[in-house]
């Protein structure tokens, strides 16, 4: 014991040790600056007695008018889904091959790197030689791996890794919430570029990244606050599971996302590879320490602020969950945070509606709203759907089978526009038993309900490192560009 934490202090003295009061401000500064906007208090007292209200009266009504009842939600429920169907028809029809353009800068602006790492020691030399591969100057890069106090292993490992002046291992007090957002703020106090974007540890960015990036914020504008890369999955071979995250990531990342940025409505951004203006980030008070889908929230609080984000092409290069209990650990958080996210943009839906404007706020309640109400519906649907196929007896009309039929065709269309634009067969495989995937989106969403009432903060951890990945065919060397490049990678326009 004593040996061990000899180690870990030898470790400490050799990174970057946050101070307690800069620990204090990342954890709840945005809290004490915008509670109104922080997940740290999951309910307020109006939301309790209007959801109360609205239980109340749907029992009333339910028992005193059961037709009329069932007719409003029936529609209500066939408007919602129609929507939602609709969006990705759009979106999957307007997918087409994008020329990304890439900035040469007389001047290189600094850029911050930032990535949270925890439980990570069998990646880090990985997610190292990626950042090693960017085409961007190392003398204009500011790398932080930001590691829990509590994580030796990863501690080592990055430190090991961490010889190029660039880099700096930065150790993060473990303390309460336990998060991703919370070691952000960490970083982004200490930052010293111009731009800042995140990686997560499993990362494998193209190298032409940074430089896109840049030229979008060229010409951006200042209204410019966000750009996010498309995230690819080039493990999809390891298992079904795999196989339809990495559809779902395509259709979401290559065709409703840039979508959305077309039509210059709110995205609910990924969880990394999304490049920010640094000062914007700091004016907006970083990240929420306590909500579990931290990007998310961000994409929205951007809107809610006037600001818009935007898409780039050049991928990163990601790894998918590969068994059912990996992918309900994640999928279960990811659900709790776009509850929590709900919940908070719905405390004042007046005020919402008129910072993100009306197109905007429905957006949202598209996306986020329709998306949690989809995750608790499709278990209950898919058993109504089948049961109604083996009766003799009409339990389900036309209308609603023509629905049901019609959204799996839309899916399968996404699909394979999606395998179109990316040349990633594993879509067109994932696409013919989709069906059998949206229903465990249930089982998450009831486990995210527990744990929004029980344990609204908890950081249900994703183990990375554990199968075969692809190797992109990108380029491994760095280049100093001299004029202006185009670089052609697959998305919507």
Partial sequence: MDGAIRRADELRSAAITVAVADLDAARYDFHRQHPSRSAKRTFYVTQVLAFAALAGALIWSSINYAGVTFYALHVAALTLFASAIALRFAAAAHVSRLLTPLAAPQHWPIYTILCPLYREANVVADLVSALERLDYPGHALNVMLLVEGDDVDTMAAALACSAPAHIDVVIVPAA???TKPKALNVGLALARGEYVVVFDAEDRPHPQQLLASLAAFERGGKSLACVQAPLEIDNAEASWIARQFAAEYAIQFREILPLLARLKLPLPLGGTSNHFRTDVLKAAGGWDAFNVTEDADLGYRLAREGYRSDVIGPPTYEEAPVTFAAWLKQRTRWIKGHMQTWLVLMRDPVRTAREMGLAGFAAMQLMLGGGLAAAFAHGPLACIVLIAALSPYDLL??????????????????????????GNLNHLRAALTMPF??????????????????RPHHWAKTAHGVSPRARPAIPHQRSEPSSAHICATSASL
């Fill in 176 to 178: 309460a919430p336990r």
């Fill in 397 to 422: 009309s036309r209308a609603d089978f023509a629905l049901a039929l019609f959204g799996y065709c839309v899916a399968v269309f996404s699909a394979l526009t999606a395998a179109g634009v990316s």
């Fill in 437 to 454: 995937y949206w229903p465990l989106a249930s089982v998450a969403a009831i486990l995210a309900l527990f744990e929004l009432l029980f």
